[in-house]
Nanobody, 115 residues
Framework: QVQLVESGGGLVQAGGSLRLSCAAS????????MGWYRQAPGEQRELVAT???????NYADSVKGRFTISRDNAKNMMYLQMNSLKPEDTAVYYC?????????WGRGTQVTVSS
């Protein structure tokens, strides 16, 4: 099993920055990809960014140029640097891991951007 724990969320003013972290623990091997998703109230969960084991990244159009996803494989950590935050970025942000045919989710961290 794999446990994912997010941290770094909080309240920030529009235009500000936050850095989310995801700590992975447990039986970690052959990670296919990791990523960040978010879910706003009343909305479906949506992709924010992903990073493969080879380091290739993919971003939602809404965050391109503002968010940066990264990984530290040695520490089993993943990060999301969020700059130029907007009120529409307000959501619960979830860490996600694909390991072969299995996938794991964290419990999420709240990000609130005030206007």
């Amino acid at each position: 099993q794999v446990q994912l724990v997010e941290s770094g969320g909080g309240l920030v003013q529009a235009g500000g920055s936050l850095r989310l972290s995801c700590a992975a623990s447990g039986t970690i091997f052959s990670i296919t990809s990791m990523g960040w998703y978010r879910q706003a109230p009343g909305e479906q969960r949506e992709l924010v960014a992903t990073i493969t084991s080879g380091g290739s990244t993919n971003y939602a159009d809404s965050v391109k140029g503002r968010f940066t996803i990264s990984r530290d494989n040695a520490k089993n950590m993943m990060y999301l640097q969020m700059n130029s935050l907007k009120p529409e970025d307000t959501a619960v942000y979830y860490c996600h891991m694909v390991q072969g045919l299995r996938q794991f989710w964290g419990r999420g961290t709240q990000v609130t951007v005030s206007s």
